[in-house]
């Protein structure tokens, strides 16, 4: 894919998990038509947090063809529910990755990064 300019930004997307616990992310993707694939993390540090970009760039991401997915763990910001470390991880990882692989944006690939926490 041919690197584009412009890249939409979402914020609070909600993504609802089995027990029906709203979580949110903001989305980052380029402003194209077809479904990309997606890259993926989860944080309790607050999507907005400095350190949740560190590693990447999501901007320039979404600029090379990649729908970016950054949510607030469960009880964490703009999440609901309470948050117990590592309690809801596996269900609610699990959980994402299914909903972002549906986003009308994505290709049904859907890629993880993150240290620490993430």
Same mark, same amino acid.
């Given at each position: 894919?041919?690197?584009?300019?412009?890249?939409?930004?979402?914020?609070? %997307?909600?993504?609802?998990?089995?027990? =029906?616990?709203?979580?949110? &992310?903001?989305?980052?993707? /380029?402003?194209? #038509? *077809?479904?990309?694939?997606?890259?993926?993390?989860?944080?309790?540090?607050?999507?907005?947090?400095?350190?949740?970009?560190?590693?990447?760039?999501?901007?320039?991401?979404?600029?090379?063809?990649?729908? %970016?997915?950054?949510?607030?763990?469960? =009880?964490?910001?703009?999440? &609901?529910?309470?948050?117990? /470390?590592?309690? #809801? *991880?596996?269900?609610?990882?699990?959980?994402?990755?299914?909903?972002?692989?549906?986003?009308?944006?994505?290709?049904?690939?859907?890629?993880?990064?993150?240290?620490?926490?993430?």
């Amino acid at each position: 894919m041919e690197p584009v300019g412009q890249v939409i930004i979402e914020k609070d %997307v909600p993504a609802t998990m089995r027990d =029906g616990t709203i979580l949110r &992310a903001d989305v980052y993707r /380029p402003a194209v #038509a *077809e479904p990309l694939p997606a890259l993926l993390t989860r944080t309790p540090y607050g999507k907005d947090f400095p350190v949740s970009t560190t590693y990447v760039d999501v901007i320039r991401l979404a600029r090379r063809g990649y729908v %970016v997915i950054i949510q607030d763990a469960r =009880g964490c910001y703009a999440s &609901a529910g309470a948050f117990v /470390p590592f309690e #809801a *991880e596996f269900e609610d990882g699990f959980d994402t990755v299914e909903w972002a692989a549906r986003l009308p944006w994505c290709n049904g690939q859907v890629g993880m990064w993150g240290a620490s926490y993430f």
